[in-house]
């Protein structure tokens, strides 16, 4: 006779992981298998035969949990069942298919809401945090009824070890994260070469590069003048100007200075 059991686990996760992150996680296959304590192998196989059309798409892998039916492990053995791992915008939905009638269907999400954005309405009964991100675990499990309470005690507590793993894993590659852009080395300011018109004698002394010299139509004008000619001709260009008197700065008010 076979028995339903339907419950929720939900785990907070640790400050600083990103919904991205965990995301990442959950997508990831062979990290959720590596996580889980029971799994001993696995493998990737192609649809079964036994597998509905509409999880043809699904990827699917042969698992071998070791499970101990005794404490200290006194009586384990290994069972090998099948399980469909398919990828959702929020988590992901797996389909596993063991002996004995055993059908667990899993829905992993990520909820919750990080700071600064719009908080997510919290769902109750569920022992949600009313802060911060969350990993929620949804199952529907079928199973012989006298098998139901083992299966689901052993499932809850694989489950939950594999969570805090994640968590754990999540932890160091953020820790891993921020030391690595800690030590990474700033950018260089780019160089730009810009072609100098000015050459410079000194620290505070520019002077123009010499270039061939341009035309002045208006001082060749001036010139060929006339009158510019008849001052060449009697020398008036050669006099020296006349100094104009200046006053020097003196104790006395009244004395004037001329300079010759």
Same mark, same amino acid.
């Given at each position: ?105 899993? =829905?992993?999400?990520? +909820?919750?809401? $990080?700071?600064?954005? #719009? %908080?997510? @309405?919290? !769902? *109750?009964?569920?022992?949600? /945090? ?100 008849? =001052?060449?001709?009697? +020398?008036?260009? $050669?006099?020296?100007? #006349? %100094?104009? @008197?200046? !006053? *020097?700065?003196?104790?006395? /008010? ?7």
């Amino acid at each position: 006779m076979s028995k339903r059991t339907v419950f929720t686990s939900i785990t907070p996760l640790p400050a600083g992981i990103s919904r991205q992150t965990a995301l990442s996680f959950l997508h990831n296959h062979l990290e959720m298998i590596d996580l889980n304590p029971l799994i001993v192998r696995h493998e990737r196989i192609p649809p079964p035969a036994h597998c509905p059309a509409e999880e043809r798409g699904c990827i699917w892998y042969q698992l071998t949990d070791k499970v101990s039916y005794l404490p200290g492990g006194l009586a384990a053995s290994d069972v090998d069942y099948t399980c469909a791992f398919h990828d959702l915008p929020t988590g992901l939905q797996t389909h596993c298919y063991a002996p004995l009638g055993l059908d667990i269907r899993d =829905r992993w999400s990520v +909820g919750g809401s $990080m700071p600064g954005e #719009p %908080r997510e @309405p919290v !769902e *109750l009964g569920i022992g949600a /945090p009313a802060t911060g991100l969350y990993l929620r675990e949804d199952v529907d499990m079928r199973c012989n009824i006298v098998m139901a309470a083992f299966v689901k005690k052993t499932l809850k507590k694989s489950h939950g070890a594999l969570v805090v793993r994640l968590a754990e894993k999540a932890r160091l590659m953020r820790d891993e994260e921020a030391i690595a852009a800690k030590n990474r080395p700033l950018p260089q300011p780019r160089r730009i070469s810009i072609p100098r018109r000015l050459s410079f004698q000194g620290e505070l002394s520019p002077t123009l590069e010499k270039g061939p010299a341009l035309p002045r139509p208006e001082l060749e004008e001036q010139h060929n003048h006339p009158h510019h000619q008849s =001052r060449i001709g009697n +020398g008036d260009l $050669m006099k020296p100007l #006349p %100094r104009a @008197p200046f !006053e *020097l700065a003196d104790t006395d /008010p009244g004395r004037r200075v001329e300079l010759e």
